[in-house]
């Protein structure tokens, strides 16, 4: 469970608190860590930099951090789908829709090679498992 814990600020202490440091902690198994920035105006990379920092300075490795923040990312793409799918608004990138397209043309093409050799005479030929002409004739 996470709690948050705010200040609440009037607007005279938000116009004055931008040359304010910002200070984050984060506390775990008797180990403290704090990250320091000597302002408060922090963009979403001073943040999760900040918060990049806490994680690996608690123990945990930094391979972990990324393979959780692409985890995530995997996460929040499925659910995009998932909610533009629900919306009616689903529309597959032009790299995906040019794949479908070229897989959809080689089966056809596939196809079409497999209509051809069922017409041709097989007397002296047999198929293996895999719909390769195994050749009798030597």
């Given at each position: 469970m996470?709690?948050?814990?705010?200040?609440?600020?009037?607007?005279?202490?938000?116009?004055?608190?931008?040359?304010?440091?910002?200070?984050?902690?984060?506390?775990?198994?008797?180990?403290?860590?704090?990250?320091?920035?000597?302002?408060s105006?922090?963009?979403?990379?001073?943040?999760?930099?900040?918060?990049?920092?806490?994680?690996?300075?608690?123990?945990?490795h930094?391979?972990?951090?990324?393979?959780?923040?692409?985890?995530?990312?995997?996460?929040?793409?499925?659910?995009?789908?998932?909610?533009?799918?629900?919306?009616?608004?689903?529309?597959?990138?032009?790299?995906?829709?040019?794949?479908?397209?070229?897989?959809?043309?080689?089966?056809?093409?596939?196809?079409?090679?497999?209509?051809?050799?069922?017409?041709?005479?097989?007397?002296?030929?047999?198929?293996?498992?895999?719909?390769?002409?195994?050749?009798?004739r030597?």
């Amino acid at each position: 469970m996470v709690r948050l814990k705010t200040n609440n600020m009037n607007l005279e202490n938000f116009k004055t608190g931008f040359n304010k440091p910002t200070i984050i902690t984060a506390q775990q198994y008797g180990t403290k860590v704090s990250v320091e920035l000597d302002h408060s105006d922090t963009d979403i990379d001073e943040l999760m930099d900040a918060f990049q920092t806490l994680v690996v300075g608690l123990g945990y490795h930094e391979s972990a951090w990324k393979q959780w923040i692409v985890d995530r990312a995997d996460e929040y793409k499925e659910e995009e789908i998932e909610n533009a799918i629900d919306m009616g608004v689903y529309e597959p990138s032009p790299e995906l829709r040019r794949a479908a397209e070229e897989y959809v043309n080689m089966l056809q093409e596939g196809e079409l090679k497999t209509q051809y050799k069922a017409n041709l005479p097989t007397d002296d030929n047999e198929f293996d498992d895999y719909g390769s002409r195994i050749n009798k004739r030597k």
